[in-house]
C-alpha cells in the first residue's frame, strides 16, 4: 500500500508525459545538414512606412520563392514542437483572430522579400486563432508538427502544424 502511494504522489508532481515531449526547434533545425545553402534575403525594414507601401501593392507580382524544392527534416513528423517565429496571415476569422498562417523565421518574409524555402515555412492553423496587431510581433508556436507540403498563393510550405498554444514571443529575463 506504501507503495501505491508513492507511485500516486510521485505522479501528481511529475510534468506530464505530454509536457516532456516538447521540443524546442529552432529554424536551422527544420533543413537537413547535407542539404545545400541558401542565402536568405533578411534585410530588416528600419521605416516601417516601407512596410505598408509592400502591404499595399496587392497587384505586383509574387516574387519567386527562394529553392522551391529544398528538403525537409522527415524525422521531425509527428514530434511536438515549440518554434518561434513570425506570423503571415492566410485565414482571419469574423472576430478578427488569425486561425491560419504561414510561421516564417524572419520579419517580412513572404510579403517584400522573396518567400524563404519550404524548409523554412510551416503552414499552420489554429481553431481558436490569434489576435495579430503587430506582423513585427514574433510568437511561439506549439503543437505537433507534420513534414507535409502545402502550398498558398504566397508561398509553399515543407511542415504544417496544427498550434496548441500561440504564445507572444519575450526574451528571458536576463
Known amino acids: ?16 508525459l505530454w509536457a516532456q515531449d ?79 498562417f504561414l510561421l516564417v523565421p524572419y520579419f517580412g518574409a513572404c510579403i517584400h522579400v522573396p518567400p524563404p524555402p519550404p524548409n523554412q515555412i510551416v503552414h499552420v492553423t489554429s481553431e481558436l486563432g490569434v489576435k495579430v496587431d503587430e506582423l513585427y510581433q514574433p510568437y511561439w508556436i506549439e503543437g505537433p508538427m507534420q513534414v507535409k507540403s502545402t502550398s498558398s498563393e504566397l508561398a509553399d510550405a515543407g511542415y504544417q502544424m496544427e498550434a496548441d498554444k500561440i504564445l507572444v514571443y519575450e526574451l528571458p529575463d536576463q
Do not use: C
Not at 500500500?1 to 506530464?16: A, N
Not at 525537409?72 to 492566410?90: A, F, M, N, T
Open 1 to 16: 500500500m506504501h507503495r501505491v502511494w508513492m507511485v500516486m504522489v510521485s505522479l501528481m508532481f511529475s510534468t506530464p
Open 22 to 100: 516538447l521540443r524546442v526547434l529552432t529554424w536551422q533545425e527544420m533543413i537537413p545538414p547535407d542539404a545545400p545553402p541558401v542565402k536568405l534575403i533578411t534585410a530588416p525594414i528600419h521605416n516601417l512606412s516601407q512596410m505598408a507601401d509592400a502591404l499595399s501593392v496587392e497587384s505586383a507580382p509574387a516574387a519567386h520563392q527562394l529553392a522551391p524544392h529544398a528538403p525537409v527534416v522527415k524525422s521531425l513528423d509527428g514530434q511536438r514542437v515549440r518554434l518561434p517565429g513570425y506570423i503571415v496571415p492566410l485565414e482571419v476569422s469574423e472576430e478578427g483572430r488569425v486561425t491560419e
